[in-house]
């Protein structure tokens, strides 16, 4: 079955997560649909120093909007910062220091920032990692699992209410066309048994963000929450990650302006709140989660216990 179900996966991003496929996709693409001024609207984008992050961020801050950097590497940031300030104009760009994958302060920093800043318009889940062998961090917790699935959670759950009481206010997460060959598996989250596989337990994270979108809008009808993949991006963090995969097909692989695109449609377009809550973008377009024939559901019972089991684990590290 796996075996299928990867060779559906990469036939699939051949035709359409590579550069050919975006040029293709953005032919029925409605130009005014990102002609938006976004003055005196607030966006938080994790990872927004390199890579989709910083292309999404470049693309809101041209359009005037307010931008939260919230960024690992203090240096990076800055960096980062200087070039969007001085691509943009918009002097509006702040920049936070914040590790995703320490648990506690992800809780520390939410509530700081619902403090000092009374409006939150857009979060935009962006930072991800993929590890090459099993790590834990200084609370025992597996380091990639902490990062893109507990870490996102805590951050959006804690912003809610900030977001809830903005204007049109949306969560964008960034999943991962990976995600397609994985169910959702709730029994080893920490990657504990088995063969630790970076870009398998990567994936499997990346299914667990689309269930966590899924069950999030249903629970928090006044958000508009959608998660999205951006096709297959030259970034950074791809070549480091996957440096075969990178160096093979490299000539075919997206510009991060062409992967951050949907993100930044979903961020703006007036067109993307007229689609329902909790849904899966590929190129501006609501796709299906799953491969036809790859028996990848999962029941309302698994993806409640997963919902159940981050809440639990979200709890034992929130600060009092």
Same mark, same amino acid.
């Given at each position: +079955?796996?075996?299928?179900?990867?060779?559906?996966?990469?036939?699939?991003?051949?035709?359409?997560?590579?550069?050919?496929?975006?040029?293709?996709?953005?032919?029925?693409?409605? $130009?005014?649909?990102? $002609?938006?001024?976004?003055?005196?609207?607030?966006?938080?984008?994790?990872?927004?120093?390199?890579?989709?992050?910083?292309?999404?961020?470049?693309?809101?801050?041209?359009?005037?909007? *307010?931008?939260?950097?919230?960024?690992?590497?203090?240096?990076?940031?800055?960096?980062?910062?200087?070039? %969007?300030?001085? $691509?943009?104009?918009?002097?509006? %760009?702040? !920049?936070?220091?914040?590790?995703?994958?320490?648990?506690?302060?992800? /809780?520390?920093?939410?509530?700081?920032?619902?403090?000092?800043?009374?409006? &939150?318009?857009?979060? *935009?889940?962006?930072?991800?990692?993929?590890?090459?062998?099993?790590?834990?961090?200084?609370?025992? &917790?597996?380091?990639?699992?902490?990062?893109?699935?507990?870490?996102?959670?805590?951050?959006?759950?804690?912003? *809610?209410?900030?977001?809830?009481?903005?204007?049109?206010?949306?969560?964008?997460? !960034?999943?991962?066309?990976?995600? &397609?060959?994985?169910?959702?598996?709730?029994?080893?989250?920490?990657?504990?048994?088995?063969?630790?596989?970076?870009?398998?337990?990567?994936?499997?994270?990346?299914?667990?963000?689309?269930? +966590?979108?899924?069950?999030?809008?249903?629970?928090?009808?006044? *958000?508009?929450?959608?998660?999205?993949?951006?096709?297959?991006? @030259?970034?950074?963090?791809?070549?480091?990650?996957?440096? @075969?995969?990178?160096?093979? +097909?490299?000539?075919?692989?997206?510009?991060? $302006?062409?992967?951050?695109?949907?993100?930044? /449609?979903?961020? %703006?377009?007036?067109?993307?709140?007229?689609?329902?809550?909790?849904?899966?973008?590929? @190129?501006?377009?609501?796709?299906?989660?799953?491969?036809?024939?790859? /028996?990848?559901?999962?029941?309302?019972?698994?993806?409640?216990?997963?919902?159940? &089991?981050?809440?639990?684990?979200?709890?034992?590290?929130?600060?009092?």
């Amino acid at each position: +079955m796996s075996l299928y179900r990867n060779s559906a996966w990469f036939l699939k991003g051949l035709t359409q997560f590579t550069r050919n496929g975006f040029l293709s996709a953005s032919k029925r693409f409605v $130009e005014k649909d990102l $002609e938006v001024c976004v003055a005196g609207r607030t966006f938080m984008i994790t990872g927004a120093n390199s890579g989709i992050g910083k292309a999404t961020a470049i693309a809101i801050a041209k359009r005037g909007g *307010i931008v939260h950097m919230v960024c690992r590497n203090k240096d990076k940031a800055e960096e980062a910062r200087a070039d %969007i300030v001085k $691509e943009t104009g918009n002097k509006e %760009i702040y !920049v936070h220091i914040l590790d995703l994958s320490e648990t506690k302060k992800v /809780w520390e920093f939410a509530e700081s920032f619902k403090r000092k800043y009374k409006s &939150l318009n857009v979060l *935009i889940n962006n930072a991800g990692s993929i590890m090459s062998q099993r790590d834990v961090n200084t609370e025992g &917790l597996e380091k990639s699992f902490a990062t893109n699935v507990l870490g996102v959670y805590i951050l959006t759950k804690s912003l *809610i209410p900030l977001l809830e009481k903005s204007p049109d206010p949306r969560v964008i997460t !960034v999943s991962s066309g990976g995600m &397609l060959v994985q169910k959702l598996r709730t029994g080893n989250l920490q990657s504990e048994r088995g063969r630790y596989d970076g870009t398998m337990v990567f994936a499997q994270h990346k299914r667990q963000q689309v269930v +966590m979108t899924e069950q999030l809008a249903k629970a928090h009808t006044n *958000i508009h929450f959608s998660v999205m993949q951006p096709g297959w991006v @030259d970034t950074p963090a791809v070549a480091n990650a996957m440096p @075969d995969f990178h160096r093979s +097909m490299k000539d075919s692989l997206r510009t991060p $302006e062409q992967g951050a695109d949907t993100v930044v /449609w979903l961020a %703006i377009s007036e067109a993307a709140t007229t689609n329902p809550s909790g849904r899966f973008y590929q @190129d501006r377009k609501m796709v299906s989660t799953h491969l036809p024939l790859a /028996w990848t559901h999962s029941s309302a019972l698994e993806e409640q216990k997963l919902m159940s &089991l981050l809440e639990d684990l979200a709890k034992t590290f929130q600060p009092h």
